[in-house]
């Protein structure tokens, strides 16, 4: 339950930051900046492959990722320097839906709609059986669990094994392969 909590209480936080966002720029610049969410997904994005796959500290990926993100709104910032109205909505619409797309397309680098998976989560050691300390979306073969399709926070291995039970008894598996010690193999 706390882990929960303080999931539900960092995503408050982020889209808070990003309602902050559109408040500076929509409500008291009178800009119609419609590619916050490409920013957005660009920071994301960096921050997840640099702690994901090179191995970075958390705090130096976010730091990385508020750089890429603002790097990337330098170069948005140059092209539509002198657009108003409705001209810089649509071009900043159609960043944001490049972003979209390339995030959903590049399967190699961003996963492709399935995202990436084992993201580690602050303040938690890493490791376990089923990736404790870690956040990612997809599923998962647990050591004599049976098979889990589950998505989230994966961090208490009492309720994961108990999650990885659950769903084994309604998945089926291949002929032959048992669903964990003592138990009964999977009918044909």
Not at 106 to 111: A, D, M, R, V, Y
Not at 112 to 123: Q, R
Not at 150 to 174: F, K, M, V
């Amino acid at each position: 339950m706390e882990n929960y909590l303080l999931a539900m209480a960092v995503f408050a936080g982020l889209y808070a930051l990003m309602a902050l966002g559109l408040n500076v720029i929509w409500g008291l610049a009178g800009m119609v900046n419609l590619g916050l969410a490409g920013f957005f997904a660009v920071g994301a994005y960096a921050s997840a492959l640099l702690t994901v796959r090179l191995g970075w500290p958390i705090p130096v990926g976010w730091v990385a990722a508020a750089v890429a993100a603002a790097a990337v709104g330098v170069l948005v910032a140059l092209v539509t320097a002198r657009l108003r109205g409705d001209y810089l909505a649509i071009v900043t619409l159609g960043f944001s839906e490049v972003v979209r797309l390339l995030a959903s397309n590049e399967i190699w680098l961003t996963g492709g709609t399935d995202g990436i998976s084992g993201i580690p989560g602050p303040g938690r050691a890493g490791g376990g059986a089923h990736g404790q300390g870690q956040v990612g979306f997809g599923g998962e073969q647990g050591a004599g669990d049976g098979a889990f399709a589950g998505a989230g926070r994966r961090g208490d291995d009492q309720a994961d094994a108990a999650a990885c039970q659950r769903h084994s008894r309604l998945l089926p598996l291949p002929p032959g392969e048992g669903r964990g010690e003592g138990s009964h193999t999977a009918p044909a």
